[in-house]
């Protein structure tokens, strides 16, 4: 494998406030772009990996290096969670590692009926194409968000991400991850009548 880690490093911390579900726990979560395109997807993506949890996010291609010059990161999610460029994004696979190809493909399993594996390898394909079909002969699963037309690519990473944090089971909803995620100029509660 042919990798330059771009950004940040692998955190060890790896549990929510008042974690106690050992599923959560022993999760692992890669994310792999084909040749993103735009330097504010690849941000938001980052940003979705950091707030989700996810481990890494590999890329392919040359266009991602245009966006290395934009710090769309705001939440510092690089500080946590590992961006490594690569050749293929099949190389190393773990072998208990799930690849889930993500893309509006005839077929795919809609994300509303996917349950989601404890170590997942999710693919997304890029902006302004589609996962090759050797990807996509290759995965353990393929699915799709179903709307009306498509949602962009970190629109799409974190609404998979938001769906396997919601199958989870995870008792992780309280206020203690509202104060260690809000804003520092946000200290509203709401007022029980």
Not at 19 to 24: K, S
Not at 50 to 65: E, I, L, N, Q
Not at 78 to 104: F, H, N, Q, T
Request: contains cysteine; proline residues 4%.
């Amino acid at each position: 494998m042919t990798a330059t880690i771009v950004l940040g490093y692998n955190s060890t911390a790896k549990s929510w406030p008042g974690e106690g579900n050992e599923q959560m726990k022993e999760s692992v979560v890669n994310i792999g772009l084909i040749n993103p395109k735009s330097p504010t997807n690849v941000g938001s993506v980052m940003r979705a990996a950091g707030c989700f949890k996810a481990d890494s996010v590999f890329y392919t291609g040359k266009r991602y290096v245009r966006a290395a010059q934009y710090n769309t990161d705001t939440q510092h999610a690089s500080r946590s969670v590992s961006l490594i460029g690569v050749d293929s994004l099949l190389e190393d696979v773990p072998a208990d590692m799930k690849i889930i190809c993500v893309e509006l493909v005839e077929g795919a399993v809609p994300l509303t009926e996917f349950q989601h594996p404890d170590k997942a390898y999710y693919i997304f394909g890029p902006e302004d194409g589609t996962i090759q079909q050797e990807l996509l002969d290759k995965s353990d699963s393929v699915i799709y968000v179903p709307t009306i037309g498509c949602l962009n690519l970190a629109a799409t990473v974190n609404v998979v991400l938001y769906d396997r944090l919601a199958k989870s089971n995870s008792n992780i909803a309280n206020d203690e991850l509202i104060r260690q995620s809000r804003d520092v100029n946000n200290n509203r509660k709401v007022k029980k009548g």
